[in-house]
């Protein structure tokens, strides 16, 4: 059974790790807020990029920039943490000023997981809806949407 049914079957979930429960919460909260980092390199929904806290409601990250949102947990001012960039949090836009390097493209039905490699090698998931106007093939460019804005800034 894959993760993503078991979330389905429940109003809440556990994940158990080294026998010791990482994190008890309905289904939303373990996949959109997960509590460690060890929650999410199990869930495996995204990948962890290094940022510079700007503001109470801002960080930077010298590839993508300004990133907007509403912090998790507080973290002062000049704080470096980990970004937590899941697959729905990056906005395609063909004609932004941000182009990444398509490397894979997966079709999941209603929708395709692109993931694009930065120039430092960072290889971030991107969700695009199926019916999308164009399909983007491997080696293309592919825009990413600025000013970002992730509702949920989740962060290590």
């Given at each position: ?27 939303y909260n373990v996949y959109h807020l997960p509590n460690s980092v060890e929650v999410v390199n199990f869930l495996n929904r995204g990948i962890l990029i290094p940022a510079k806290v700007t503001s109470p409601k801002s960080l930077e990250n010298e590839e993508l920039g300004t990133i907007t949102g509403n ?86």
């Amino acid at each position: 059974m894959t993760l993503m049914k078991l979330f389905y079957l429940g109003t809440k979930c556990g994940i158990i790790l080294n026998n010791e429960l990482k994190q008890y919460d309905d289904p939303y909260n373990v996949y959109h807020l997960p509590n460690s980092v060890e929650v999410v390199n199990f869930l495996n929904r995204g990948i962890l990029i290094p940022a510079k806290v700007t503001s109470p409601k801002s960080l930077e990250n010298e590839e993508l920039g300004t990133i907007t949102g509403n912090f998790v947990k507080p973290f002062p001012l000049g704080a470096d943490v980990k970004l937590l960039i899941q697959p729905e949090d990056l906005e395609h836009d063909d004609k932004s000023n941000l182009q990444l390097e398509v490397v894979d493209r997966k079709f999941r039905g209603t929708n395709f997981i692109y993931t694009l490699k930065t120039m430092k090698n960072l290889l971030l998931p991107v969700f695009v809806h199926s019916h999308h106007i164009h399909q983007h093939d491997l080696q293309e460019k592919f825009g990413i949407k600025r000013p970002i804005h992730i509702e949920h800034l989740v962060c290590f």
